[in-house]
């Protein structure tokens, strides 16, 4: 049964460069990659392309020593130019110079009707051979999702709250056949509910109004409103033992074409974004894509490129790549500068939680846009106990003292805390709000890893 949810938590972090609904012809790079650090957990890759080689799209570039049948696959067609290396030969990147026109190896196709037939271990043994495995993640952790599971439940959040965030409804117009594909392909691998979750503030999209085989549930309020982990605490909320699996709506899509077309395609419509992105609109690009081409619309040289949003994406810099699960590409100022008594001097023009940083920024009203740099104000410092994380974190879970669990290293108060129901993005917003500048989000992946090993 339907359900609907208002969250009063949170706080929205309004900037300037949001992404216009129109398609913006960009040229295509020369170079793609495949990044191990996108996956979470993914420690001991195995690289079965040797440099010179030819692949095509969905091509196995390597996999995970202790998952063998999960393949981590080529986003596009081209000639393996580079396999870079780390410290002790960890794999950074497999670098591909691709074709003018990508080819696609061939998996098998299904009709809609076909789809309804299809077992569940089909359907598993060409979403592990192909790559399209790789979109479902799994809760807790964050990982990608082992196989062998049976998750409880499937989540879908259908629209994003992040900073300048894509809108889906757009990156997703003209795929409704492969969006209902690949919701039916999930249904197969949950005895649960698989759970689509949409703006309850927002007109909805008939891709989303009209989908089958899935719980419609409208959940509105300020981010993270739009974090799939926030929506899981609402409406079914993980203990421990419990598996859950999500996926986005990108990667429903992926699926989706897999067996409707037989094909792995990684291409999206990417939301340019950001205050020094000149022409902001939506590219299309396959994931992995090189930044290189992206200068000619980039105001300014001192800049911070992000794949992703402001919150939780990664500065790659400007010859950098689109991580494989990122729908969003972020150009801000870097701000590399002191300010004398920043903190205290009264401004319109900060963007702040905290009044008092801010002063006079809440007469702005709540439709200002601000233009912000990277510069932190200020330094890592002890944490304060202000109580302000929980007056943005709308779980029922106390973060400070789960962060403090974490740094401690107390395996039984990190369980107790509710360290099972989060990931880095659910925790981002106490990062932007946190007074003493505390990689939050590290702190909860270092949590996270020591539970898991544990």
Request: aromatic letters at 10%; charged letters at 25%.
């Given at each position: ?133 790789t979109n479902i993640i799994q809760r807790p952790y964050g990982c990608v999702a082992n196989p062998a599971d049976s ?288 990689p939050i989000q590290e702190i909860l992946r270092e949590g996270i890893e020591l539970i898991k090993e544990g």
């Open positions: 049964m339907s359900q609907t949810i208002k969250l009063k938590k949170g706080f929205d972090i309004n900037l300037a460069g949001k992404a216009e609904n129109k398609t913006i012809e960009v040229t295509q790079p020369d170079t793609y990659a495949l990044k191990p650090t996108d996956f979470n957990g993914l420690n001991r890759p195995k690289v079965i392309v040797k440099e010179g080689q030819n692949v095509k799209a969905g091509t196995p570039l390597f996999f995970e020593r202790n998952v063998e049948d999960i393949l981590y696959t080529s986003p596009v067609s081209g000639e393996v130019v580079e396999i870079k290396r780390g410290e002790k030969r960890k794999v950074l990147e497999v670098k591909i110079l691709a074709d003018k026109e990508i080819e696609f190896e061939k998996f098998k196709q299904f009709s809609s009707s076909d789809i309804n037939n299809l077992s569940k271990e089909d359907a598993i043994e060409q979403l592990k051979q192909s790559g399209g495995w998750p409880k439940a499937i989540f879908i959040s259908a629209f994003d709250t992040h900073p300048l965030a894509p809108d889906y409804a757009y990156i997703l117009q003209g795929q409704e056949q492969y969006f209902q594909a690949g919701l039916d392909i999930l249904k197969k691998l949950t005895s649960g509910t698989v759970h689509l979750n949409i703006d309850g503030e927002a007109e909805v999209a008939q891709i989303f109004s009209q989908a089958k085989n899935v719980q419609l549930n409208k959940i509105s309020g300020p981010h993270p409103a739009g974090n799939v982990g926030v929506q899981i605490h609402h409406l079914d909320p993980i203990s421990k033992g419990d598996i859950v699996w999500t996926v986005n709506p990108v990667g429903v899509v992926i699926i989706g074409k897999l067996f409707i077309e037989g094909v792995y395609d990684t291409s999206r419509l990417v939301a340019l974004t950001g205050s020094q992105m000149k022409n902001r609109g939506y590219a299309k690009m396959f994931a992995g894509a090189s930044l290189t081409k992206l200068s000619e619309n980039i105001e300014g040289e001192d800049n911070r490129y992000i794949s992703g949003n402001v919150l939780t994406g990664e500065g790659i810099g400007a010859d950098g790549y689109l991580g494989y699960y990122e729908n969003q590409i972020t150009v801000i100022p870097e701000g590399k500068y002191e300010e004398f008594m920043g903190w205290i001097l009264p401004s319109k023009n900060k963007l702040s939680f905290h009044r008092a940083f801010g002063m006079l920024t809440f007469l702005n009203g709540k439709d200002k846009e601000f233009e912000v740099d990277t510069n932190t104000h200020g330094e890592e410092r002890n944490f304060v106990v202000t109580g302000t994380f929980e007056d943005v974190m709308p779980m029922d879970i106390l973060p400070t003292y789960l962060f403090k669990a974490i740094l401690a290293e107390d395996y039984d108060d990190m369980e107790a805390l509710g360290i099972y129901e989060v990931i880095e993005e659910d925790v981002a917003l106490c990062e932007f709000v946190d007074v003493s500048k505390n």
